[in-house]
């Protein structure tokens, strides 16, 4: 069965960061497009990175390419998104995703869509920023 399992959200002062962390089970984890997403209390669900295991390729949305870093560890099956100098603003559950068939096209915002990803999604982690 597959499965996403997302850690490292909590508690941080503004301007503070954080390594969030995605692993994977039950997939194999080359083959798929792995996407950090964002939902705050009465927003929509936000992309914010993805990467291409395979290709190695990443996709920041433009709001966050500035402070967040996506990568992976393909030994670990895990996906991590470093995010620097945090915001209040930033505040939100943070989840992941994984989607196989999305590797058949070329990389780009279609990434970020959180609707493409029809496969798995993790459980989410809490990040809470204080002023």
């Known amino acids: 069965e597959a499965q996403l399992v997302e850690s490292g959200g909590g508690l941080v002062q503004a301007g503070g960061s954080l390594r969030l962390s995605c692993v994977a089970s039950?997939?194999?984890?080359?083959?798929?497009?792995i996407g950090w997403f964002r939902q705050a209390p009465g927003k929509e669900r936000e992309g914010l990175s993805c990467i291409y295991n395979r290709r190695g390729t990443t996709i920041y949305a433009d709001s966050v390419k500035d402070r967040f870093t996506i990568s992976s560890d393909k030994a670990k099956n895990a996906v991590y998104l470093q995010i620097d100098n945090l915001k209040p603003e930033d505040t939100a559950d943070y989840y992941c995703?994984?989607?196989?068939?999305?590797?058949?096209?070329?990389?780009?915002?279609?990434?970020?869509?959180?609707?493409?990803?029809?496969?798995?999604w993790g459980q989410g982690t809490p990040v809470t920023v204080s002023s």
């Open positions: 995703a994984a989607d196989e068939m999305m590797r058949m096209y070329s990389p780009g915002d279609r990434c970020l869509v959180p609707k493409r990803y029809l496969e798995v």
């Open positions: 039950g997939i194999t984890f080359e083959d798929y497009v």
